[in-house]
């Protein structure tokens, strides 16, 4: 079972999905209706599809009011936001950060407690952190998804799963590990932000000239 301080943390990485819902549909001039579908999609989106693989029931957001709550308070609190005040710059990346960091480290936790082996639960992690923006991404009409145009993005979540794994092998308290964690998530996510790293792209691999080798 979750304790109560890890319990706080998925909250406060839900919450930030769901602002990020919201803000996604802000930008895609979505009705406040569809900014809480935004919110929803993004924020359970992922732990629905880790439970699902896992045949977990009942699925963990139908019996969790506070979280369902949750959700919606931050959402409208957000819409509020938004309609007094102009959108930050970049608060779309950093509040997605959170929540892919808070939300991938308990996606690889409640994978090593139903018994998955080391490779699953870095792919369980990985899917419950990204599974919420694709699902988002699509609803707003934004192709290819951020996950597939920024590189360090599902490798930041790569990384935090796999620490995570780490920590809880060489028996280090599940909450430092899951802050840990997180923490290296939102670092390496916002440091690509920041600083414009990604990974090599195909035209970036071609040989000097422009054409690629045996054409």
């Not at 301080?5 to 802000?26: D, E, K, Q, T």
């Not at 999609?41 to 709550?69: E, F, K, M, N």
Request: proline share 5%; with cysteine; aromatic share 8%.
């Amino acid at each position: 079972m979750m304790s109560a301080m890890l319990h706080v943390l998925y909250l406060a990485g839900v919450a930030a999905f769901a602002a990020s819902g919201v803000l996604a549909a802000y930008r895609a001039n979505m009705d406040p209706f569809g900014g809480l579908v935004l919110a929803f999609a993004a924020s359970i989106s992922g732990g629905t599809l880790r439970d699902l693989i896992l045949d977990r029931r009942p699925l963990y957001w139908t019996h969790d009011w506070v979280l369902l709550t949750v959700i919606i308070c931050v959402g409208l609190g957000t819409m509020a936001y938004l309609r007094f005040w102009q959108l930050p710059h970049k608060s779309l990346l950093v509040v997605d950060a959170v929540g892919l960091s808070v939300v991938t480290v308990i996606g690889a936790r409640a994978a090593i407690e139903a018994g998955a082996t080391p490779l699953a639960v870095i792919i369980l992690a990985v899917l419950t952190g990204v599974a919420g923006e694709v699902i988002r991404d699509v609803l707003c009409g934004e192709f290819p998804p951020l996950l597939l145009r920024e590189d360090v993005y599902a490798i930041a979540a790569l990384a935090g799963a796999g620490c995570y794994l780490l920590l809880h092998h060489v028996g280090t308290g599940a909450t430092p590990a899951a802050v840990a964690s997180a923490g290296v998530v939102f670092a390496l996510r916002m440091g690509a932000v920041y600083l414009g790293l990604h990974l090599p792209r195909p035209q970036q691999l071609r040989p000097r000239g422009g054409r690629p080798e045996g054409g």
